[in-house]
């Protein structure tokens, strides 16, 4: 073996690397061979962090965005000193271990954010830079600094093709995150081939373009590296990337080529890497002591920044207490304040028709109040999704108190600075666009709800009952697109009441991610007098309205459920009893038990219909064999809100058809 300490730990990670995929004859050894220097150089060097505390407030953060790379991750980890053993390497890519093909937040020790959908790990990034900010701005007082770190990447050529690092890239150059550094590994393969068989762009008159300063370094030298981060680290005013050269399979007999990205190297090819390293042939999963020695200044290096920083949190307590206990509170402990729903708006049912998405702003505007750590925006659609925070300004601005987001039209990068606003800790993020524009945050939504982030999505605009924009903007099969994604609780309020309910499960579910879909237009205020609370929202569905000897159970959300309110009176005074229950959320009336489920839904009352301006798929769950669906399994149209509805048959005509047809 070689005798310089920081080339024979280079080779350690790579090796380890290696010998995951070999095990599991399946991973990506291409990127860590070629990014270990990178990765040791930052790691050793420069990261501020401590494996003995992994969930310490002011470390740097590190995300791989290049999740596909997680065996550099892990030999990273492992070396470092994080709760990942040997063994756990050895088991990568097997059932129940904490080494999974793409690294999982909550799973890996150390792991700061879910990567493997590329360009999200991105933009995550960018979202912990902004959270970094606001937390600094809230908290460094009176000459106390708390919160003073960086947020460091890896981000590969397949990150900077899709269009979430472009969206997520423009945002961070804008707000001027000078915290933000990036390190590219720019080895110019992806899984068909050669990258300028489509990506023949100038990267670093790209990002440059897009406000950031760009060095361009050998991503073999450490010295460069070091240097080049030092000076991204002396910029305050622009994000960094470092386009670092690189080789896809350094190192191997299949240097530079795309067969390595996603496939072993095979046996023969592991041991030809091993003697070009000058490494034992049988050496495998190897550590040297002296390499285990040299990795182990991370921990007390890390355990003495910590202890630093204690020493600032010790300082500013003695002068501010109140400062420091909320401190602790929102960031430490990442917990609501005493009394933080205690001013959510009440509804008066004489105050005249109220849309949802205003109450939700209602909503929001009071519990902001209360909880500083409620920030976000919308994809350019503020005054639509009534997301303005009146009492604050902009956060991207870096006015001190901003907590309003501008985000602009980009969804998909709005919800992945979310994520990574929710993985820093310390807020609670919550972004919003129009319900139909859900599948643009689609997939940043599906890595919160695999990472349990509660981030909250306000969506507007929830039905054919957007008229005249067309079919465009109406949402119909988005409420059960979003419904049958694991993790996601989607909450479709009837009234403003409801509205307000909606909210406050929105920040008491810590578990996962929630969707509010609100509307458009005005809904009458309920008169919950003579209904049931508002508060049973929380059970998911509930009854609303009761009858004797009902005959039949009308099951709506939203908007729908006046609806179906409407027609009961109308049964009603036929002599025919009718249940209506209100069902805002399938995901919270599944979590009842099932003694409650049937008491709201009695299996003796088997003629149920359900309405819902959406896809009728779904709904069958709960109206059973002898129930029906009025729902939409086509496009809306363009046209004045009630020429919709009217000709798409949400009326309380066809309400009262259909029961008849169930009545036989």
Not at 418 to 439: C, E, I, K, Q, W
Not at 637 to 651: H, K
Request: aromatic content about 6%.
């Amino acid at each position: 073996m070689r005798d310089d300490i920081e080339q024979k730990a280079i080779d350690t990670i790579r090796l380890l690397a290696v010998d995951m995929v070999e095990q599991a004859n399946s991973g990506h050894p291409g990127m860590p061979l070629g990014a270990a220097a990178m990765a040791y150089t930052l790691w050793v060097k420069h990261l501020r962090h401590n494996p003995r505390n992994p969930g310490w407030p002011d470390r740097d953060r590190f995300v791989l965005s290049a999740g596909h790379g997680s065996a550099l991750l892990y030999a990273l980890l492992h070396l470092g000193g994080y709760n990942l053993s040997l063994d756990d390497l050895k088991r990568f890519r097997q059932w129940g271990s904490k080494t999974p093909g793409h690294p999982e937040y909550g799973l890996v020790p150390g792991c700061e954010a879910t990567t493997g959908p590329l360009g999200q790990g991105f933009a995550n990034g960018v979202g912990m830079a902004l959270a970094e900010r606001y937390l600094a701005d809230s908290f460094n007082r009176g000459g106390h600094t708390v919160v003073d770190h960086h947020t460091y990447a890896i981000v590969s050529d397949g990150d900077l093709m899709e269009g979430i690092s472009s969206e997520a890239g423009s945002v961070a150059g804008a707000f001027k995150l000078g915290k933000l550094i990036y390190l590219y590994d720019d080895n110019k393969i992806s899984i068909e081939g050669k990258t300028d068989l489509t990506f023949t762009e100038d990267v670093q008159q790209r990002f440059e373009a897009l406000g950031w300063h760009v060095q361009k370094v050998d991503g073999y030298d450490t010295a460069a590296i070091s240097r080049a981060i030092e000076q991204a680290q002396a910029e305050q005013e622009k994000p960094s990337l470092l386009c670092c050269r690189t080789n896809i399979g350094y190192g191997s007999p299949k240097q530079d080529s795309e067969s390595c990205h996603g496939a072993p190297i095979g046996k023969d090819g592991a041991a030809e890497t091993r003697r070009k390293a000058g490494w034992p042939e049988d050496a495998v999963f190897h550590v040297p002591d002296d390499v285990r020695r040299h990795f182990g200044q991370i921990a007390v290096n890390g355990s003495d920044a910590e202890g630093e920083w204690q020493a600032r949190l010790d300082s500013l307590r003695n002068d501010n207490a109140e400062l420091a206990a909320e401190f602790e509170r929102q960031v430490v402990r990442n917990e609501l304040p005493e009394g933080w729903d205690a001013d959510l708006p009440r509804f008066p049912i004489d105050g005249g028709a109220i849309a949802t998405r205003k109450a939700s702003g209602a909503a929001l505007n009071r519990l902001a109040l209360r909880v500083p750590a409620l920030v976000g925006g919308s994809a350019d659609l503020a005054g639509s999704n009534k997301t303005w925070l009146d009492d604050f300004g902009d956060l991207g601005a870096g006015e001190a108190g901003g907590r309003n987001l501008h985000f602009g039209v980009r969804e998909i990068a709005m919800g992945g600075m979310a994520n990574g606003m929710m993985l820093h800790g310390g807020l609670r993020p919550y972004v919003g666009t129009f319900l139909v524009f859900s599948d643009y945050v689609r997939p940043t939504m599906r890595v919160a709800a695999l990472s349990g982030l509660p981030v909250i999505y306000v969506y507007t605009h929830d039905s054919i009952a957007v008229g005249e924009d067309g079919p465009t903007h109406q949402p119909v099969e988005q409420l059960m697109s979003l419904r049958a994604m694991p993790g996601l609780t989607v909450i479709r309020p009837s009234d403003a009441n409801e509205t307000a309910e909606a909210w406050r499960q929105a920040l008491l579910r810590t578990g996962g991610p929630t969707a509010l879909c609100l509307t458009r237009q005005g809904l009458p205020v309920l008169d919950r007098t003579e209904l049931a609370p508002a508060s049973e929202l929380a059970r998911g569905g509930y009854v609303l309205r009761d009858a004797e000897d009902a005959k039949l159970l009308l099951l709506a959300t939203g908007s729908e459920v006046h609806l179906a309110l409407e027609a009961a009176e109308k049964l009603a005074g036929d002599g025919i009893g009718a249940r209506v229950v209100a069902m805002p959320s399938v995901e919270l009336f599944r979590e009842q038990d099932r003694a409650y489920r049937d008491q709201v839904l009695p299996p003796a009352l088997d003629r149920r219909l359900a309405i819902e301006m959406g896809a009728s798929m779904g709904w069958w769950e709960w109206v059973g064999s002898r129930g029906e669906v009025l729902g939409l399994d086509r496009f809306g149209a363009s046209a004045p809100a009630q020429d919709v509805m009217q000709n798409l048959g949400f009326t309380v005509e066809e309400v009262l058809k259909r029961c008849k047809v169930l009545l036989g």
